[in-house]
């Protein structure tokens, strides 16, 4: 069981009713996330799902200018065009394997909402995706 305190650099500091879950959560990563079936399947979806790896674009014009070699890293090319898939492929693969049937997740700007979404249908999850006032105004 995973104690949450990081060596003693803090830990998770969540509602009590989040507690048990958590632990669930961290349980099952021990059990399930670190095996090499599990991240066999994360890199494959990682790859054939969300476009990993993204390909380096050599800016030219940003190299000439500055005198020196600039690359991009294309992650605008990633399935969602962001790299919160990576995150969200890992966090689905795992409550999946749990034996959980729902996401739910919080988002702001909406990537992250997006992306969970994406990993939820293509995992047949059913997934809530929540989004604060401000931030649907904006």
């Known amino acids: 069981m995973s104690s949450g305190d990081f060596d003693g650099y803090g830990g998770?500091?969540?509602?009590e009713p989040l507690e048990e879950p958590l632990e669930g959560l961290a349980?099952?990563?021990?059990?399930?996330?670190?095996?090499?079936?599990?991240q066999a399947d994360?890199?494959?979806l990682?790859?054939?799902f969300a476009g990993r790896p993204t390909p380096l674009y050599y800016a030219?014009?940003?190299s000439e200018r500055y005198g020196a070699e600039i690359y991009l890293k294309r992650e605008d090319l990633l399935h969602g065009g962001a790299?919160?898939?990576n995150n969200a492929l890992g966090q689905a693969?795992?409550?999946?394997?749990?034996?959980?049937d729902r996401l739910i997740a919080e988002t702001g700007a909406g990537q992250h909402?997006?992306?969970?979404a994406m990993v939820g249908a293509l995992l047949g999850l059913e997934t809530e995706i929540y989004m604060g006032k401000k931030d649907v105004q904006r």
């Open 93 to 100: 693969l795992l409550a999946k394997r749990a034996g959980k």
């Open 12 to 15: 998770r500091h969540v509602p």
């Open 46 to 48: 990682l790859e054939e």
């Open 113 to 116: 909402g997006t992306a969970t």
């Open 27 to 38: 349980d099952a990563y021990d059990e399930i996330g670190t095996s090499d079936e599990f």
């Open 83 to 85: 790299h919160k898939i």
């Open 42 to 44: 994360l890199r494959s």
């Open 60 to 62: 030219s014009n940003l």
